[in-house]
């Protein structure tokens, strides 16, 4: 069961393309902020514990957006969702350039746009995109649609980081600007690349709208009521001790191979049919979050894992890495912009590896094989590295590692979720998940104005290591139903208009 990565590629429509340009240009962008972002506000004066609370509510504000947006996406619209969000990040980014001292002016354009104070993807983009690529996108082709997306992500974010360092440093040696303007004018990139972001996303087709069904979907849902809740049934085996029974009749479909197409005329409207899970519309109106019962269910499962690492993840994101190495070792920006430039490079060659092993592996398995290690590494660099060598190595093979769990979560993320439900539960575990780490930047400002910002990579290396104890008791015996599902051959529907 090998990757078929070039066919992928090669069956890939325009708008799951455009989407993976998008996530290259939008990373580039939030790249270039995470070099310059915690740098400037220092440059401005301002306090480390003022920079960890800027952070946590910029974090806030960027989950309330996300909810909003999320939440509603099915009545605003997922292509006016992308576009609201590139419109914001081109309004923050104009006031972080405009050369405003005020930290509270600052403090507004951050919480009520889209920035990146981590690094990371942030606002509504990512939410949107995976549930867009689920959408779109066979679970058979899932892994290597989700690992290009990630690889892109990557690339684009080592670009950022690179284009940063580089751009400050040369307009500081050669130019002769302080660090402050340069920092500032960075912010100018910021805003160039948003337009071209707003400008990409009216191309979108309407097949990237909730109410378009896909053909391979519906074809699914011919049988979905045959399956048996695979939850369910993982718990079961876990009680008993024994791999996971679940009864499932082969789909009629699964032995089709021809090229899958769609008409104008094509019905957007019918009964729900999730890929591992079937569910009602009564169903969903009687419960709380107004999800289907069994998606409400795995959402709070997924909560506590995903929470307990965005937390630790909160007490050193990537701002937090650059600012203590420069305060320890003192290198150059473009040495900063060289080292993490290599590894957000290191990240995107891990994407394509990473889908493999959660084919070969099994999502869940593959991710825990690879977390660990991860949490330790990022736990030794202030344990062991004393000098700039040490810590930048140990911190590739923590980024080299980090990654493999990306496309394996989305792939349990959208089997598990019924369809219809998968933007909200997206939605929510995104918001979650950035609350949790909104959380922590507060301390961590506390702790660095105190000199003690080494513990944080002992906080978050644990907290990694603790989420995915949790993740794999959780959902032990998940790997054999979701490949079960990947064995149904779909090819991928394309955007004719």
């Not at 009680?239 to 009864?247: I, L």
């Not at 473009?334 to 084919?359: C, E, N, Q, Y």
Request: aromatic share 10%.
């Amino acid at each position: 069961m090998g990757v078929h990565l070039l066919t992928t590629i090669r069956q890939s429509s325009r708008d799951i393309r455009l989407l993976w340009f998008s996530v290259f240009a939008r990373m580039i962008a939030f790249g270039l902020t995470n070099q310059v972002l915690t740098l400037y506000l220092k440059s401005l004066g301002i306090q480390e514990s003022k920079i960890g609370v800027f952070m946590s509510l910029t974090m806030i504000g960027d989950s309330v957006l996300s909810y909003l947006l999320t939440w509603n996406a099915n009545s605003i619209g997922t292509r006016r969702v992308m576009r609201i969000g590139s419109f914001l990040m081109f309004a923050c980014g104009s006031v972080f350039a405009s050369g405003t001292k005020n930290f509270h002016l600052l403090l507004v354009a951050a919480v009520f746009g889209v920035i990146s104070p981590s690094g990371g993807d942030t606002g509504p983009f990512k939410t949107i995109e995976e549930s867009v690529l689920a959408k779109l996108t066979p679970l058979n082709h899932r892994p290597e649609v989700y690992a290009v997306h990630g690889t892109l992500a990557a690339v684009g974010s080592s670009c950022g980081n690179l284009l940063g360092g580089f751009f400050v440093q040369e307009l500081v040696s050669n130019r002769g600007l302080s660090y402050c303007d340069a920092y500032r004018y960075s912010f100018y990139i910021f805003c160039t690349i948003s337009l071209i972001k707003y400008v990409t996303m009216l191309f979108m087709s309407r097949k990237c709208e909730p109410s378009y069904i896909p053909r391979f979907e519906r074809l699914d849902g011919l049988s979905s009521h045959q399956n048996t809740d695979c939850v369910s049934s993982c718990s079961t085996a876990k009680a008993s001790g024994r791999s996971t029974p679940v009864e499932r009749t082969a789909l009629s479909s699964s032995s089709s191979s021809s090229n899958i197409t769609d008409q104008e005329d094509t019905p957007l409207l019918h009964e729900e049919t999730p890929l591992l899970h079937n569910s009602s519309s009564s169903q969903q109106e009687n419960t709380l979050t107004g999800l289907s019962p069994k998606s409400q269910f795995i959402l709070i499962r997924l909560l506590i894992p995903f929470m307990t690492d965005s937390l630790g993840f909160g007490f050193m994101p990537s701002a937090w890495v650059v600012y203590y190495f420069n305060m320890r070792y003192a290198p150059t920006a473009a040495i900063l912009g060289i080292i993490f430039g290599t590894t957000d490079l290191i990240v995107s060659l891990s994407a394509i590896p990473s889908a493999w092993m959660s084919k070969i592996w099994g999502p869940l398995r593959s991710t825990i094989l690879t977390q660990i290690p991860c949490g330790l590494f990022f736990m030794a660099i202030p344990i062991i590295g004393k000098a700039l060598p040490v810590a930048t190595t140990l911190y590739l093979l923590n980024q080299a590692t980090t990654a493999f769990d990306v496309v394996p979560r989305q792939i349990i993320l959208t089997s598990l979720i019924a369809s219809n439900d998968l933007p909200k539960v997206l939605g929510t575990v995104n918001i979650a998940k950035q609350i949790a780490r909104s959380i922590s930047p507060c301390f961590t400002g506390i702790l660095a104005e105190h000199g003690f910002l080494w513990t944080c990579f002992l906080i978050s290396g644990f907290l990694l290591i603790l989420a995915n104890i949790i993740l794999g008791t959780t959902f032990y015996g998940i790997d054999s139903v979701i490949a079960e599902k990947e064995s149904t051959e779909h090819q991928i529907e394309q955007s004719h208009e």
